[in-house]
């Protein structure tokens, strides 16, 4: 590297750096089942973070009993506890509300099992301090090596969410949907509908949702997680149709939301020309081929024709639509002109 190159870098090293301590950074951790693991993730805080709520949502442990002793020797912990469990959604939004109250400028998420780095904080916040993202999430997909630590369960499970959940949220380029690993600039924060955003497990998947409906930008970033031997208090089939219901909903309404409501265009003839040609030509070419087998005739070539030709322009409408959803992608960040409109 020339002199130049490495004097470029340190000095945008010290300019990230100075950012960094002058953004006021909340982290919001829920905690349930974590007595054994939250002394170390609140330990490993840096210095960069200027407050966090922990939220005890009802633990059966009373994680919130050893979070009162360690806050005795870190003054910028917060303990909130429920009486009862709202869910991991449910309990990061009231410490978002807390955060966005108390004046922080970026709330993080972490979870309080350990999986997740507190040292990699200001990498998660820093698209957000530079003004290239106003939602951060981590991606443990991006380095192949990281997949080998990964349960093949939830390698199996994230990949088939990932696609769900580009189609529901509309954000193509993103993976790993289910990453609690997250940071949101507060202004986007103030600008979703916290009341409305699912409070059980889907909550990452439905925040996406909200965010594309205010056009803010989503990045990823790299990130590794560390898998323990802890069992998770997910209910695998309750959860499954939670997701399930959650995407096909938020399909819809994005769809609806984007291409009728708010806007119309090309993109939107060519998804109502093509579910209507794909419906008509699955429908008749159905019906006909169940009508000859119970006759025991093979089915007319003309007849055939009828059907499998609205199933090929169909499918090429589909394919069209997609392709121009794919790079409707948001590319402006939106929480400055936010903030402005506050100010």
């Given at each position: 590297?020339?002199?130049s190159d490495m004097a470029s870098v340190i000095v945008q090293e010290q300019l990230e750096s100075e950012t960094a301590h002058d953004t006021n950074i909340a982290v919001v951790i829920p905690c349930y089942r974590v007595r054994d693991q939250i002394d170390a993730v609140l330990s490993a805080m840096g210095p960069d973070v200027s407050l966090?709520?922990?939220?005890?949502?009802?633990?059966?442990?009373n994680s919130g009993d050893v979070i009162e002793r360690i806050a005795k020797r870190d003054s910028r912990i917060r303990l909130i506890r429920h009486q009862e469990n709202s869910g991991v959604g449910g309990a990061v939004l009231e410490g978002y509300r807390q955060a966005i109250r108390d004046g922080a400028d970026i709330l993080v998420k972490i979870d309080g099992d350990g999986q997740m780095d507190p040292g990699q904080i200001g990498r998660i916040t820093g698209p957000i301090r530079s003004g290239d993202a106003d939602y951060v999430k981590g991606n443990r997909f991006f380095r192949l090596e990281g997949l080998r630590a990964m349960?093949?369960?939830?390698?199996a499970g994230n990949a088939g969410l990932s696609f769900l959940t580009k189609l529901s949220t509309g954000y193509w380029d993103l993976f790993d949907p289910t990453n609690g690993f997250t940071a949101i600039h507060v202004s986007v924060a103030k600008s979703l509908p916290l009341d409305k955003i699912s409070k059980r497990y889907f909550f990452e998947?439905?925040?996406?949702?909200?965010l594309n409906t205010l056009r803010a930008v989503v990045a990823d970033v790299p990130m590794t997680a560390v898998?323990?031997?802890?069992?998770s208090s997910l209910n695998v089939v309750r959860s499954l149709f939670e997701f399930s219901v959650g995407h096909g909903r938020n399909t819809v309404k994005r769809l609806f939301y984007n291409y009728f409501l708010r806007n119309f265009s090309?993109?939107?003839?060519h998804l109502v020309v093509g579910t209507v040609l794909l419906l008509f030509g699955t429908a008749f070419g159905a019906t006909h081929w169940i009508h000859s087998a119970r006759i025991g005739q093979t089915t007319p070539p003309g007849t055939v024709m009828l059907a499998a030709l609205p199933l090929i322009l169909g499918s090429q409408f589909l394919l069209n639509f997609i392709a121009f959803d794919m790079a409707n992608i948001p590319r402006n960040p939106i929480h400055r002109r936010l903030e402005r409109d506050n100010a």
């Open positions: 590297m020339e002199p966090i709520y922990c939220i005890d949502d009802a633990c059966p442990e349960p093949w369960v939830r390698l998947s439905d925040i996406l949702f909200r898998y323990g031997d802890d069992q090309m993109a939107s003839i």
